[in-house]
């Protein structure tokens, strides 16, 4: 099996950190791949877990609103990969897509190194955020074309 | 008793091989791509995900075409995959009140913050076959879009009714739930694992069962709350991290079912909630699992049992498909040993009945 790899003990949530782990769980494999391919190739890394398949239970709460339970589960790739600087990078990413999850794995490295986090996060990060708002924008637009307005008909005597 | 037999191996692969022949039908027309399935039979695979009780809609479309569209056989093959994979761990509760919502109906609330969104709904349609789509056409137009306020807030129904103290609040406990897939269901079942029954179990099943209740087997008188739609962000705090990061969106159905409640000692007369929650957008499901959410609530709000749906043993231990088709499509498998002894058994008492019949004159007439 596999070793567990180095555990950064105690990180603190990175909100940044999480925005870009977000983003690219839901991006595809093709959308991550075509915008590194716009950059200078990335440093060697080695994989240090995974890629691998697995499942997270999914939980909802009783009501909407109450103590949780277990909805089912999903399956989820997740990967460990090292740069040869030493930078970490996980990622953990809906679905069985193995290259997707050891690209962003890739980028969750990457991107913890401040001299290349600017251009990472213009060049990846930004566009697939803005293509994934754009599309639920339009998913909201299209909801809301859909909107109706119920009367009530009310006898006045 | 099932006896394990031997043999028939050359006639089993023939059968199988017959069956994948069946299975692509006939060649001359083009073979079904998992896509296709996944993304124009997407309601089957969102029943497929349900009872399989695995998120993944290329896996259940691959076991829709394995099946020949046979929707429990292809639950079975997912839950069979399923124990193939290791656990990472449980998700944060989903929060549904940040869905991204396609749909959203009330049938209590007229006007309602953030409005009754129809989404992508077969109701209203006139249920008359559509002849156009019986040829390969161009595609729809697409979608009529129109602007809508950022982030229109769209709270839930039953917080509306809680700001009024008139819905009973779940307690939030943040206690580790049951799992069924980590140990045998086991009754009295607490309310998270009938829910996850539920959420498993059979949608012909539950349906009945939530119609039974409409019908006067238990005393009902639901509203339809709120059903929601749409995409929810699953958040996963992998141990290596230590915090919270989103690992995707899945879609689901929501269904609050409002239901008088006329209170006890301890507490007064107010509304409670029959919960829905599934994958994907099995409406009919969502609604029939709140119905009968609400209906097994009844032990514990100090209604009376008397209902099939209101009691846990019948509904929890026969709602899940793949159980009950295993324990019923067993009975077709050799049973030879079993049905030898049972026959012996019918020939001595005959022939014993015979033959006491035989010492007793004029006993035939």
Known sequence: MHDTPPSPAGTAADPQRQRWMAVLARADAAAIAARLETLTPPPPHRRLRGPEAGLVMVRGRLGGDGAPFNLGEMTVTRCTVQLEGGAVGHAYVAGRDARKAELAALLDALLQDPARREVLLATVIEPLAAAQAAAAAREARRAAATRVEFLTMVTTR | ?365
């Open chain 2, 1 to 365: 008793m099932y006896v394990a037999v031997k043999g028939g191996e050359r006639a089993i692969s023939h059968a199988h091989a017959w069956l994948a022949a069946l299975r692509r039908g006939e060649a001359a027309v083009p073979e079904l791509e998992l896509a296709q399935i996944r993304e124009q039979l997407g309601l089957a695979v969102d029943r497929v995900m349900a009872e399989g009780a695995c998120h993944d809609p290329d896996l259940a479309a691959l076991a829709i075409k394995q099946a020949c569209g046979d929707l429990i056989e292809a639950a079975f093959l997912l839950r069979a995959y399923r124990t193939t994979l290791p656990r990472f761990g449980a998700s944060l509760p989903l929060d549904t009140a940040r869905m991204r919502l396609w749909r959203r109906v009330s049938a209590t609330y007229k006007d309602l913050p953030g409005g009754q969104l129809l989404g992508p709904t077969f109701d209203y349609t006139h249920r008359l076959l559509d002849f156009s789509l019986a040829a390969p056409g161009a595609p729809p137009p697409a979608p009529a879009e129109e602007a809508c306020a950022a982030a229109a807030a769209a709270p839930r129904v039953s917080d509306l009714l809680a700001d009024e103290g008139l819905m009973q609040p779940e307690p939030r406990a943040e206690s580790e739930p049951p799992d069924l897939t980590r140990q045998p269901l086991a009754c009295p079942a607490a309310r998270p694992l009938r829910l996850q029954a539920l959420a498993r179990g059979d949608e012909g099943f539950l349906l009945a069962l939530g119609y039974s209740t409409q019908r006067g087997y238990g005393n009902a008188h639901p509203f339809v709350g709120e059903i929601r739609q749409g995409a929810v962000a699953v958040e996963f705090t992998p141990p290596e991290l230590g915090f919270p990061v989103q690992i995707g969106e899945i879609t689901v159905t929501e269904c609050q079912m409002v239901n008088q409640f006329l209170g006890s000692r301890t507490e007064p007369p107010q509304f409670t909630r029959g919960y829905g929650l599934v994958f994907g957008r099995g409406e009919r499901k969502a609604m029939a699992m709140a119905l009968v959410d609400r209906a097994l609530r009844a032990g514990e709000l100090g209604e009376e049992v008397t209902a099939p749906a209101q009691d846990q043993e019948f509904v929890l231990y026969h709602a899940d498909n793949v159980e009950a088709t295993g324990f019923v499509e067993h009975l077709k498998l050799p049973h030879h040993v079993d049905f030898q002894s049972e026959l012996e058994n019918l020939r001595g008492i005959r022939a014993a009945a015979q033959a006491a019949a035989a010492t007793l004159p004029e006993a035939a007439e």
